[in-house]
């Protein structure tokens, strides 16, 4: 995406302009949900949508497929679990882009905290034509939302680099259709595009 169309569809976003283009990995496979339509709220974008140094995205569209697409989110592994038995790889953020780059790179350019996530496997699932999801450029991390005392770790915004939203993700599973975890690979953190090599 060129900084000429980033700049106008982030102007458009901020200011509630007329209808803004989408990303060039979506065109032709998406089309935008206007605010009045009933499928509007399926998105949830306002829970998507953050002030500076939260995190989230800093505008958003809300989106329905016109075709499948492959999204991708990066995760902990299935060694680490939560409190509750879970891992993060189902969550609420993704991407439609494949990762690229190196582990630092993609925390920088999607504003992932080391508490969030530690970005060491790739889950590669389908989103289903007809879904309704929120896409937007991610928006600031603060150090203080980051949980770092130093105040080292903090993120910039990023046009670039948008994020895609699927509310209630796993609650999903019609229109976020993922195999099972063993399809996923460990990520080589030099190069995310490539399985780790023991």
Sequence with gaps: MTTSTLATLVVAL?????????????DGKAEVVASSAPA???????????PA??????AGLVVR???DIPVYRLWSGPAKLSAGGY?????QWWSYAAPTGT????????EICTAWNDLTWVATCTLKAGSVVAIGPGQSVSAETCGDPSGQEAYP?????????VAKAWARGQELVCPPAGSDYAAAPANLAKPLVP
């Design 14 to 26: 901020l200011n509630g302009g007329g209808p803004a283009p989408l990303p060039p990995q979506l």
């Design 40 to 50: 509007y709220a399926q998105a949830d974008l306002a829970a998507a949508v953050k």
């Design 53 to 58: 140094g939260q995190g989230g995205i800093s």
């Design 65 to 67: 497929l016109t075709q």
């Design 87 to 91: 891992t993060n790889r189902i969550g």
């Design 103 to 110: 582990q630092a790179e993609y925390r920088a350019h999607y």
């Design 157 to 165: 915004a990023n046009l670039s680099h948008w994020q895609l939203w």
